[in-house]
C-alpha cells in the first residue's frame, strides 16, 4: 500500500502545482500582486486564529462526508448521496436528542449513534435496492438527496419548528461540543472526532478482516463472490456504512455550533464531500488533507474577497477536482 | 522461396515497468509458414503489434517484402499487405459470410449506403476457392462452427489484400478435427503464395505446421529453427531456458478412496436461462483427477460453477464431502482483484480464517508467511507481496491462484482451463500443484479444451458436449481420436 501512496502522492503534488500555477497567472491576470494576496492569506487566514478556526471548522463537515463518500468509493459503489445523508442524520439526532433526558457523558455518544443512525438509515434504501434490484446507486442515492432535503425543509416548517424561526429547538446543553479556544470561530471537538473516525475508517478498511472483504467486492465483486463473499449483503453493508460516516457530519453544527438544525445548513457539504474523496484518492487519512485543502480554498475566497474576487476560489476547487480525475495514475505493461 | 516477405531489425519496446522487446529480431521467408513460440510474456503480442501497426517500436526498423516500413497504425499495414487474425473473432452474428468479409469496405459503395451485395458474394466466393479456404458465402455467421468463424476472419483479411497473415494463437478454440481442418486450410494459403505467422505455444502443432520457428525468452530472440532440423525437445529447451522440465509422474494416493463429489442429474440454467447443463452424473473419489475435455461453451463452466455452489442446481443433487477450490476459467474476470497487491488475493476468501485473522485484526505476519510460502513454492516472479495483481505476467498471476486455492486444502479441486494462456514454466508448476493436491487426498475436477492436458494428469475422462456427457473413459484406455468425436458430439465406439 506505501508503494500505492507515493504513487498516488505524486499525482496529487503534480495536481496541485497546476492549480497554484494557475492562482498565481489569475491573480497576475487580474492585474494584483500575488504576493500582496498570499501574504494577506497568511495574515488573515493562517495565523489568525479566527481565519484558521473558520477554516478547521469547514474542513471538519468535510471529513465526514469526504469519509463517508470515499468509503463507498473505495468499495466501487458511487454514492453521491452524503447530502442526504447528512441532512437526515443530522434532522434525527435533532428531534431526538431533547427528548433524551442523559447525562453528558451519555447523551453526546447517544446523540452521535443517532446521527449514524439516521444517515445510515438513508443509505440503507439505495443499499437494499441495489442489492435485490440491482438498481443503480448514482440514480438511488441522487433522489435520496432530493427526498432528505425536501423532507426535512417540510417537517420543520410544518411540525418541529421554534415559533418565529425556521429551526428546530435547542438541544440541551449537555449534548454541547465544547467549542476550541481560536477567537470567536465555531470550530469544536467535532474536528477531533472526525479525525478520530479517518483513523477508524483506515483501521477498518485495511486491518480489518471484513474492511478487506469490503474493499474486495470494490476491486472485483466477481472474484470476491467467486471467493465465497457474500457480495450483495456487503453492497448493502458499505452503502448504510458510508451513509452513517456522513449522517455524522451534521454534529459539528447541531453538537458544536448552532445547537439546533437549519434548513440548509450544511450548504453543499455533501456533495463537497465527493470532491473530497476523490482528491484524496479515497483513502481515510488523506480525507483529512483534501478536507483542509477544500476548506482553505473556501475560507481563502472569503479572506481575501476585497482584492480578489471570491469566484476565483470557487473556480479553483473546481480546477482541483478537474486536475487529479485528468492525472489518474494507470499501470501501463507488456501484453 | 523467394525473399524475405518481413524483417524486423533490433525492435525495442518499452513499456513503464518492462521491456517488452528487447532488441528483436525476426526474418521471414516469403511463402513459409513461420511459427512464433515463447513462453507467455516473451513479448510475442507486443511483436505482432508492431508489426501489424497498432504499437510503434522505440528502436529497430522494419521491412516488408525488402521495402522498408514504417506505420503509424493497422492501416498503413493492411496497405503494406499484412492481416491479422485475431485469436477473439470479431464478427457480426446475424450477418452473413459475405456481408462479414465485406464490412467496412463493401465493394461499390455508394453515398447513399447501398452497396453491390451480389458483388460482394462472387468475390467471397472467388477468394474461398481460389485460396481453398471452405466456408458457404451467404450463410448467417451465427449457424457457423468456431472453426467456420475463424475461416471467416481468415477470409476477412485476404479480402483486404493480405499476403501476409498473422494468427494469433489460431488453435485455443478448436476441437482437434477443426485444427486439422485449419492446417490445411494454412498450407493451402501457403500453397497460394501466401507467407504466415503462426503464433503458438503449442510445440506439437508448430513440429507439424510450420517451416521455421522463431523462439522469443523475456523480450529477446533466442533463436530460429528450421522445422526440419530440429526438434520438438530443443524447442522446448529454447523457450524455458535452463529451467527444467519436471516428468509429469502421476503420484499415486494411497489412502481410501472415500467419494467427495457426487453430481445425481443435476441440470443447470445458462445466462439465457437456457439449460447449459443437462442432466449430468459424476462421482469424483479421493485421490483421483476427473478431466472434463470438451471445447468450450458445452456447459464447463456451469459444470464448475455448481460443483462450487456458485449457480443453484435447477434440477438434481449435488453432494460435496468437503471444502472446495476453484480456479475458475476467467482470471482476470473471476479469480483476481488486479489492481490489488499479491498478498491481497492470496487472501481473499480466507481472510476469516483464524490463522489469518480475529474478528477485529487481520494478522499481517501470519499473512505474510503464507504469501511468502506461495512464492517460494511457485517460484512467483516478481517474488513481491505488494506488488498489484495485474502487473504481474498471465502466468504469475495463475500462481497465485492456484497457489491460493491449493493451500486451502480442498477436499475438492475444481481447476478450471488452470494453464490456458499460461507459459511453459508456470504450466509445468500448476501440473505438478495438482498431482500433488490429488496425492494429499483430494479429488480434482479438470476441466480443460486442452487435451494434451487432460491426458497427462487425469486418471479417467469424461467428455461434455452440449451440455451432456458425451461419454466416460479410463485414462488408459483412451484414444486421442475417439475423445475427438466424442467433443464434436458424435458418439460412436
Known amino acids: 500500500m506505501m508503494k500505492a501512496l507515493a504513487r498516488e502522492g505524486r499525482w496529487i503534488a503534480i495536481s496541485l502545482g497546476i492549480t497554484f500555477a494557475v492562482l498565481v497567472l489569475s491573480i497576475l491576470a487580474l492585474r494584483q500582486n500575488p504576493l500582496t494576496v498570499f501574504g494577506l492569506l497568511a495574515e488573515r487566514l493562517l495565523l489568525k486564529p479566527y481565519g484558521l478556526g473558520q477554516m478547521l471548522y469547514k474542513a471538519t463537515t468535510l471529513i465526514f462526508t469526504g469519509l463517508g463518500c470515499a468509503l463507498a468509493f473505495r468499495c466501487g459503489l458511487f454514492n453521491i448521496g452524503a447530502e442526504g445523508q447528512l441532512y437526515a442524520g443530522a434532522f434525527l439526532m435533532a428531534v431526538v436528542a431533547p427528548h433524551l433526558p442523559l447525562p453528558m457523558i451519555l447523551l453526546i455518544p447517544a446523540c452521535l449513534a443517532i446521527a449514524a443512525l439516521g444517515g445510515g438509515l438513508w443509505g440503507l434504501v439505495p443499499g437494499w435496492l441495489k442489492a435485490k434490484r440491482g438498481a443503480h446507486e448514482v440514480i438511488t442515492t ?64 485495511w486491518s480489518t478482516p471484513l474492511g478487506f472483504e469490503l474493499r474486495a467486492v470494490g476491486s472485483n465483486p466477481t472474484a470476491a463472490k467467486t471467493s465465497g463473499v457474500p457480495v450483495d449483503m456487503r453492497i448493502f453493508l458499505i452503502l448504510v456504512l458510508s451513509g452513517c460516516l456522513s449522517g455524522l457530519a451534521g454534529i459539528n453544527f447541531i453538537l458544536g455550533y448552532k445547537h439546533y438544525f437549519e434548513q440548509g445548513f450544511a450548504s453543499g457539504a455533501g456533495f463537497m464531500g465527493i470532491a473530497v474523496a476523490l482528491v484524496a484518492k479515497n483513502y481515510p487519512i488523506g480525507v483529512i488533507f483534501s478536507a483542509l485543502l477544500f476548506a482553505f480554498l473556501s475560507q481563502a475566497g472569503l479572506t481575501v474577497q476585497s482584492v480578489i474576487p471570491r469566484e476565483l476560489f470557487e473556480i479553483l476547487q473546481g480546477l482541483v477536482i478537474l486536475v487529479v480525475v485528468i492525472c489518474q495514475n494507470k499501470y501501463g505493461g507488456a501484453e | 522461396m523467394s525473399g524475405l516477405a518481413v524483417e524486423l531489425r533490433g525492435i525495442v519496446k518499452r513499456y513503464p515497468r518492462v521491456v517488452a522487446n528487447d532488441g528483436v529480431d525476426l526474418s521471414v521467408e516469403s511463402g513459409t509458414i513461420h511459427a512464433l513460440i515463447g513462453e507467455n510474456g516473451a513479448g510475442k503480442s507486443t511483436l505482432m503489434k508492431i508489426l501489424y501497426g497498432m504499437v510503434r517500436p522505440d528502436e529497430g526498423t522494419l521491412s516488408i517484402n525488402g521495402k522498408p516500413a514504417d506505420f503509424s497504425g493497422p492501416r498503413d499495414a493492411i496497405i503494406a499487405g499484412i492481416g491479422m487474425v485475431h485469436q477473439h473473432f470479431m464478427l457480426v452474428k446475424p450477418l452473413s459470410v459475405a456481408e462479414n468479409v465485406v464490412l467496412g469496405s463493401e465493394p461499390g459503395a455508394s453515398a447513399v449506403g447501398t452497396w453491390d451485395q451480389d458483388g460482394a458474394k462472387a468475390e467471397v466466393a472467388r477468394l474461398s476457392k481460389e485460396y481453398g479456404v471452405k466456408v458457404e458465402s451467404s450463410a448467417v455467421v451465427e449457424t457457423l462452427s468456431v472453426g467456420e468463424e475463424q475461416r471467416v476472419e481468415i477470409l476477412k483479411v485476404l479480402y483486404r489484400g493480405a499476403k501476409i497473415l498473422i494468427l494469433d494463437e489460431p488453435t485455443a478454440v478448436l476441437t482437434p478435427h477443426e485444427c486439422d481442418e485449419l492446417f490445411k486450410t494454412l498450407k493451402g494459403l501457403r500453397a497460394a503464395g501466401s507467407t504466415i505467422l503462426f503464433i503458438s505455444h503449442k510445440l506439437k502443432e508448430v513440429m507439424s505446421l510450420c517451416d521455421a520457428a522463431t523462439v522469443m525468452r523475456r523480450g529477446k530472440t533466442v533463436g530460429t529453427k528450421k522445422i526440419s532440423e530440429t526438434s520438438q525437445n530443443e524447442l522446448a529447451q529454447m523457450m524455458i531456458g535452463d529451467l527444467e522440465i519436471k516428468e509429469k509422474a502421476a503420484v499415486p494416493y494411497r489412502g481410501e478412496a472415500s467419494e467427495v463429489l457426487r453430481l445425481e442429474n443435476v441440470s443447470v440454467r445458462g445466462p439465457r436461462d437456457e439449460l447449459a447443463l443437462k442432466g449430468v452424473s459424476l462421482s469424483l473419489k479421493a485421490g483421483e483427477v476427473l478431466g472434463v475435455a470438451g471445447v468450450e461453451g458445452n456447459g464447463q463452466r456451469e459444470l464448475a460453477e455448481v460443483v462450487c455452489g456458485l449457480s443453484a442446481a435447477a434440477e438434481g443433487r449435488v453432494t460435496r464431502g468437503g471444502r472446495v477450490g476453484y480456479v475458475p476459467e476467467d482470471r482476470h474476470h473471476a479469480g483476481l482483484m488486479l489492481a490489488a497487491a499479491a498478498w491481497e488475493n492470496m487472501l481473499l476468501g480466507r481472510h476469516w480464517e483464524p490463522v489469518f485473522s480475529t474478528p477485529f485484526r487481520l494478522q499481517r505476519g501470519a499473512i505474510a508467511g503464507y504469501g511468502r510460502k506461495i512464492i517460494a513454492d511457485y517460484d512467483l516472479r516478481p517474488p513481491e507481496l505488494e506488488q498489484e495483481a495485474g502487473a504481474f505476467s498471465g502466468g504469475n498471476q495463475q500462481k497465485i491462484i492456484v497457489g491460493r486455492e491449493v493451500s486451502k486444502d480442498p477436499k475438492i479441486l475444481v481447476a478450471a482451463h488452470p494453464t490456458r494462456g499460461v507459459d511453459w514454466g508456470a504450466s509445468a508448476l500448476i501440473h505438478q500443484k495438482i498431482l500433488e493436491t490429488k496425492a494429499a487426498g483430494a479429488g480434482v475436477l479438470l476441466i480443460s479444451a486442452d487435451l494434451d492436458e487432460v491426458l497427462s494428469l487425469s486418471d479417467r475422462i469424461i467428455v461434455l458436449f452440449s451440455g451432456r456427457v458425451m461419454g466416460e473413459v479410463a485414462r488408459a484406455d483412451a484414444k486421442i481420436e475417439k475423445l475427438g468425436c466424442w467433443m464434436a458430439g458424435v458418439s460412436g465406439t
Open chain 1, 142 to 205: 441522487m433522489m435520496m438527496n432530493f427526498i432528505a432535503l425536501a423532507l426535512t425543509n417540510y417537517l420543520i416548517s410544518a411540525h418541529f419548528h421554534e415559533p418565529e424561526t425556521i429551526h428546530t429547538a435547542e438541544l440541551p446543553v449537555a449534548a454541547y461540543l465544547p467549542q476550541l479556544p481560536m477567537e470567536s470561530s465555531a470550530v469544536n471537538a467535532s474536528l477531533f472526532v472526525a479525525i478520530a473516525l479517518a483513523f477508524a475508517v483506515h483501521y477498518f478498511l
